[in-house]
């Protein structure tokens, strides 16, 4: 367990080592339900290292062991892990069947996290009604925020509703606690009402969480979120903003290389 708890601490770096000698120790002893699930959990933590294929491997080697240890609710988290893999390689279609098999399985009751995966891949595919009508049909006041659910303001705000961006707003943003849920719903009001000075501060704000919570995929659809923005309001006489512009997409054009 202390592996995967560094796997979301990008500051110890520890992950790796902390779950490499749990699969060294699960192989020594025969334990192949801690083998299986540290496989899984390397390749989880393969997904934010940008090592795709690398984590796809460990993904589905994990679920072998699985079925081979009848770790059967294990199965469902390596193939929703798998389907966060084609997603990360464009490779929307397939991720797609994947979840819909999974959805229709007489072994598992609806799932939030495939909820989640399908929201993610509306939002990749510019499918933002979609989005929006997924994370609508799908939240409860208790979930208003867990996982894609808090992106709706930026769909509604991508949908040019701006309106109900701000209502959402309203209701989202007293639940937000922590400062990378204040500063994505933060980006939101900040571009409905067009205050350029607080994009930049907040996205600063962003990138920093982004780093610690290792989110670097959400920080990264949010400042294309701003770039599109910009692009499509920019005043080719501006020229502050068409430097800014030019500096954001060289940041997402480092953030996609992994640089």
Same mark, same amino acid.
């Given at each position: ?15 790796? $080592? ?23 959990? #390397?390749?989880?933590?393969a997904i ?5 294929f690398e ?6 080697? +994990?679920?072998? #062991? ?9 199965? =469902? ?12 390689? *464009? ?23 495939? $909820?989640?995966? /399908? ?11 979609? +989005?929006? /009508?997924?994370?609508?049909? *799908? /939240? ?7 996982? *894609?659910?808090? #992106? ?30 204040? +500063?994505?719903? !933060?980006? $939101? $009001? ?7 000075? !607080?994009?930049? /501060? ?9 780093? #610690?919570?290792?989110?670097?995929? =959400? ?7 701003? =770039? ?32």
């Open positions: 367990m202390a592996g995967y708890d560094q796997i979301w601490n990008l500051k110890g770096k520890e992950a790796q $080592v902390l779950l490499g000698e749990a699969l060294r120790y699960a192989r020594l002893s025969d334990s192949l339900k801690v083998e299986a699930l540290s496989l899984l959990w #390397l390749g989880q933590f934010d290292e940008k090592n795709l984590g796809l491997r460990l993904t589905r080697k +994990a679920k072998d #062991l699985f079925f081979e240890s009848h770790q059967f609710n294990r199965i =469902i988290d390596a193939e929703i892990q798998t389907a966060c893999f084609l997603e990360k390689m *464009n490779q929307y279609a397939e991720a797609l069947s994947l979840l819909d098999r999974l959805e229709n399985s007489a072994k598992i009751k609806p799932n939030q996290e495939i $909820v989640n995966q /399908r929201i993610w891949i509306a939002f990749q595919q510019r499918e933002y009604e979609k +989005a929006c /009508r997924l994370i609508e049909e *799908n /939240r409860t006041p208790d979930t208003i925020l867990d996982g *894609n659910f808090g #992106l709706l303001p930026m769909g509604y705000f991508l949908l040019r509703k701006k309106e109900k961006a701000m209502e959402q707003l309203i209701v989202m943003l007293p639940y937000a606690k922590d400062p990378w849920t204040k +500063a994505g719903l !933060n980006l $939101v $009001v900040d571009l409905v009402r067009d205050r350029r000075k !607080n994009i930049h /501060r907040t996205l600063k704000t962003l990138k920093h969480q982004s780093e #610690l919570r290792r989110k670097q995929d =959400i920080y990264q659809f949010l400042l294309g979120c701003v =770039i599109r923005s910009r692009q499509e309001s920019i005043q080719k006489a501006d020229l502050n903003a068409l430097r800014e512009l030019v500096e954001w997409q060289k940041e997402w054009i480092e953030i996609e290389s992994g640089h």
